[in-house]
């Protein structure tokens, strides 16, 4: 599976941007995409991710209730909408593919190249 993510930018606190990552390549593998984010000096961490098929959606609490992930399955897209951004949420954001179903935090199998995401104050 190949990911190509876009979407990153420069906001000012409390905007909004929308990223996409669409896959191609072994699409009828996909059980999870999610979303990643690194800080500099930080370790990655879990964003969101949706189910593939059945559309579920997780995320992790620092997002919760800002970030909303949905997919469009014809053009296999999963696309986060970031709201009410804050400085703290700058990184770069790498979408990710895992195919099989269990913990969806972890352990994905393919990786986009990352966008950068810059939230000034």
């Known amino acids: 599976v190949q990911l190509q993510a876009s979407g990153g930018g420069l906001v000012q606190a409390g905007g909004s941007l929308r990223l996409s990552c669409a896959a191609s390549?072994?699409?009828?593998?996909?059980?999870?995409m999610g979303w990643f984010r690194q800080a500099p000096g930080k370790e990655r961490e879990f964003v969101g991710a949706i189910n593939w098929n059945g559309g579920n959606t997780y995320y992790a609490n620092s997002v919760l209730g800002r970030f909303t992930i949905s997919r469009d399955l014809a053009k296999y897209t999963v696309i986060p909408q970031m709201n009410s951004l804050k400085p703290e949420d700058t990184a770069v954001y790498y979408c990710?593919?895992?195919?099989?179903?269990?913990?969806?935090?972890?352990?994905?199998?393919?990786w986009g190249q990352g966008t950068q995401v810059t939230v000034s104050s």
């Open positions: 990710a593919v895992k195919k099989t179903n269990y913990d969806y935090t972890r352990d994905y199998n393919y």
């Open positions: 390549g072994r699409t009828f593998s996909i059980y999870y």
